[in-house]
């Protein structure tokens, strides 16, 4: 699959660029990014073929990979899907449900195959125990911790679009990733804010079960991590630690694209899915702003 990559950032030079280069069932055809300086010296890091016309990048590949800021990146969907690439996309999808919802319905008239990369989807201890724990049913309630140290360390991740956003929409992604495919539909979120960045939801499941999370990049380093616990029928559960970084894991994020463009049986983490992150984001987004519970 001749892949192109959108975006020469640091996510897209510490790991996009990399996997593609190395991936056995990939051939890294091309760069294109807002600043083509950059994507001419990415690309000539990885003998890739850097482009200035997005169009043509387009025109020459069967897929792309996607490393920009959110706003960016799904009007870019919107772009390559009518062009008739497979999308392999980061999280968050979009930053306003119509931008997400446009660049399903692109995808879905294309006939192309998606994948959002919520990176703990892609990890294999994490995915086994999602799958499992979706399977047992019967959970009570559920939480999830996603506590990053972005603005309180020297991180090239302090982006503006992060600024903007914070950790509801850079880190929010992941903890939804886990409690969506195991408790089921949000129906009500609540959202309150913490110190910093932070911000705290409660949200109701259509299964009955309820969830919270804590969000945060302005967590101190020595308290950044990750984690999720159920409490349920079946006892006391956590998410298992990942044992490889977001290379590996991006790797099967590309042999998961691959498969869905090649049976065209769309992959849990695809832009629908994404979708549906984007919708609980907006709606924990206009909590805040009401100092109420939302209902979806």
Same mark, same amino acid.
């Given at each position: 699959?001749?892949? *192109?990559?959108? *975006?020469? +950032?640091?996510?897209?030079? #510490? ?38 016309? =997005?169009? !043509?990048?387009? !025109? ?18 919107? @772009?390559? &899907? ?18 997400? @919802?446009?660049?399903?319905?692109? !995808?879905?008239?294309? @006939?192309? #195959? ?22 047992? %049913?019967?959970?009570?309630? +559920?939480?999830?911790?996603?506590? %990053? ?17 914070? &950790? ?27 110190? *910093?960045?932070?911000?705290? =939801? ?20 020595? #308290?950044? %991590? ?29 042999? !998961? =694209? ?5 049976? %065209? ?15 609980? =984001? ?15």
């Amino acid at each position: 699959m001749r892949f *192109g990559l959108l *975006g020469t +950032g640091p996510w897209a030079t #510490a790991v996009h660029a990399p996997v593609l280069h190395a991936h056995p069932g990939v051939e890294f055809a091309g760069v294109w990014g807002r600043r083509p300086e950059a994507a001419a010296e990415l690309a000539g890091r990885f003998d890739a073929r850097p482009y200035e016309d =997005l169009d !043509a990048l387009l !025109a020459e590949v069967d897929a792309v990979a996607v490393a920009l800021p959110p706003a960016v990146q799904s009007r870019l969907a919107v @772009r390559a &899907a009518e062009a008739g690439c497979h999308l392999l996309l980061d999280k968050p999808l979009a930053i306003t449900v119509p931008d997400a @919802r446009a660049a399903v319905e692109a !995808a879905e008239a294309a @006939r192309v #195959a998606s994948v959002v990369f919520f990176t703990t989807r892609f990890g294999v201890e994490q995915s086994a125990w999602i799958d499992e724990q979706a399977a047992v %049913g019967g959970w009570f309630t +559920g939480r999830a911790d996603w506590l %990053g140290a972005v603005f309180t360390s020297d991180s090239p991740f302090a982006t503006p679009w992060r600024r903007e956003k914070g &950790a509801l929409w850079d880190v929010g992604p992941h903890a939804l990733s886990v409690l969506l495919p195991v408790l089921g539909e949000i129906a009500s979120v609540t959202a309150v804010r913490g110190p *910093g960045d932070t911000v705290h =939801l409660v949200c109701g499941h259509a299964s009955g079960a309820s969830s919270t999370a804590t969000l945060s990049l302005t967590a101190p380093p020595a #308290a950044s %991590g990750s984690t999720a616990e159920l409490r349920g029928a079946s006892g006391v559960t956590v998410l298992p630690e990942r044992n490889d970084g977001p290379a590996a894991a991006l790797h099967r994020a590309v042999d !998961a =694209l691959q498969q869905a463009a090649a049976t %065209g049986i769309a992959h849990p983490c695809d832009a629908a899915f994404g979708l549906r992150v984007v919708e609980v =984001l907006a709606a924990a987004e206009q909590s805040l702003d009401k100092g109420a519970a939302v209902l979806l």
